[in-house]
């Protein structure tokens, strides 16, 4: 290999990367940096600086020794990972999740669609709405959320795809989600089930990590608010994205609220 190798691989996996994505002005705007900049790494003219390239990595979930491999390897790598996984019974879960699935309480009084709402972890002080949904299938809960970030003037909205498994475990509603575009982020969910007989409110804490920001360990308050089976999801949609507090009832927003109080030595969440 020669000493340029390295630099000409990086340039071809990235420009394969980003090809997974609807666009490179995407990729610069969830990486958080310069398209000039990100340019000049596609054509091989720049490397990037170790800040950056922690930065690429932890967003395409790969490390920097992955990235400067040879590019057809690289599409083997990531292919594999990207390649949905089937049991060999056919069962849509592995054997952790099966075992979960087991001894699983019913969830069928909580399907339906919801909206999401918690404080940004790349958008300091604003809140997400999402649209979620939770389905039950051949005997599993199939939870699906997508959030919405409006563009810049002029452009489309990116929308972020979610999608995992739900369970009843210990008397508390357990959610499990990744990423779909390249599944290189894990969130879960942990609420308080209903025990009114309608269902108004679900709270709980998730675990997560920002895509912005370095994918540092992060956790928030998370309300979900329950919108019934018949929803019309584009319309729902059309609601949501990233908000000023103000802009939010101030009963959910005192609610997610990310404050410890005096004397707390974890992170907790008052039943509701």
Known sequence: MTPDAPADNLAEN?????????????VCRRVGINRQQFNKYLAGAVRPSRHNMRRICDFFGVTEAELL???????????????PGAEADGAPLGPTLRRLNQFSAPLDRYCGAYFRYFFSY?????IIRSFALLTRRDGHYLWKNIEREDGAPGRAAEVYKYEGMAFWLGERIHVIENECMMSSSITQMMLYPSYSTGIDHLLGIQTGGPLKRGRMPAASRVLLDYLGQNVDPRRAMAQCGIFAPEAIDPRIVERIRNAMPPGAWVFEVEPP
Do not use: H, Q, T
């Open 122 to 126: 790349s958008n300091p002080g604003r």
């Open 14 to 26: 990235l420009s394969y990367a980003c090809s997974l994505f609807p666009s490179i002005a995407a």
């Open 69 to 83: 491999m040879e590019p057809p390897r690289f599409v083997e790598l990531i292919s594999l990972r990207r390649r």
